[in-house]
């Protein structure tokens, strides 16, 4: 069962497990090796509560988006995270949204919150939509000189364009945003992740968790980490 499903399936995975049944791991599913689950735990568990958790957590779209802020052009950037194999080979999968969004959700659960899967902000050009993926990649191109402008205005005011999420107990979104480019996500670079959780403890300044967020090996690191924490090590 998909930990991004609907509630009642998800809620009655969890208390199976609450209840003695199979315990249930999922670090990997976001931030692949990082310890963003971890560290939600660790904050509640020493009474602290978490308000709001915000970030980039696809370092497909973090790859891509960082090349177009650097000026790279957004057909070229999308075609070199699928040959780095960042992306998915038909890379709509990934500039669907449909996996940030994913992610925000099941943060969004860790806070309570019982509404829809959100709706994700999708950067697939409508018109290539349905087309194959030949016709897809040789289609791209065409919206080159759009997101050159996009991030070209957004650089004049001192910002960059990143794909975020942002999970609160009542709600989590997964789209577009212009952020400064000095913040600790306009600074990110390739396929780094980051997630900033707002509490009661770091109300004023969020306590942030970033590192690489794709590839294997980190993926394998965080699935590793859920496995030694099952054998009790």
């Not at 904050?43 to 000026?71: K, P």
């Not at 994913?102 to 019982?114: E, S, T």
């Not at 609160?168 to 997964?174: F, L, M, N």
């Not at 794709?214 to 924490?229: F, K, M, Q, R």
Request: include cysteine; charge should be positive; proline fraction near 7%.
């Amino acid at each position: 069962m998909s930990l991004a499903a609907a509630w009642d399936p998800y809620a009655a995975l969890l208390q199976t497990s609450s209840n003695g049944g199979p315990k249930v791991k999922y670090e990997a599913t976001v931030g692949a090796g990082l310890p963003i689950i971890d560290t939600y735990q660790k904050l509640v568990e020493t009474g602290d509560r978490v308000q709001r958790i915000e970030g980039c957590v696809s370092g497909t779209l973090m790859y891509i988006m960082s090349a177009v802020s650097h000026g790279d052009r957004f057909s070229d950037a999308v075609r070199r995270a699928v040959e780095k194999g960042y992306a998915e080979p038909d890379a709509r999968e990934d500039l669907s949204g449909m996996d940030a969004a994913r992610k925000g959700l099941i943060l969004a659960r860790l806070l309570g919150y019982r509404g829809p899967a959100p709706v994700p902000h999708s950067l697939v050009p409508p018109a290539l939509a349905g087309v194959s993926i030949d016709q897809f990649f040789a289609g791209l191109p065409k919206f080159d000189k759009e997101w050159a402008g996009r991030a070209g205005r957004e650089k004049k005011k001192g910002c960059v364009l990143r794909y975020v999420v942002t999970a609160t107990p009542r709600s989590v979104t997964a789209k577009l945003q212009a952020v400064p480019a000095s913040s600790p996500m306009g600074a990110l670079e390739g396929t780094r992740n980051l997630i900033a959780f707002t509490t009661n403890r770091y109300r004023f300044e969020p306590l942030v968790v970033s590192g690489p967020g794709a590839g294997p090996a980190v993926t394998a690191a965080g699935i590793l980490n859920d496995i030694y924490s099952l054998a009790g090590r």
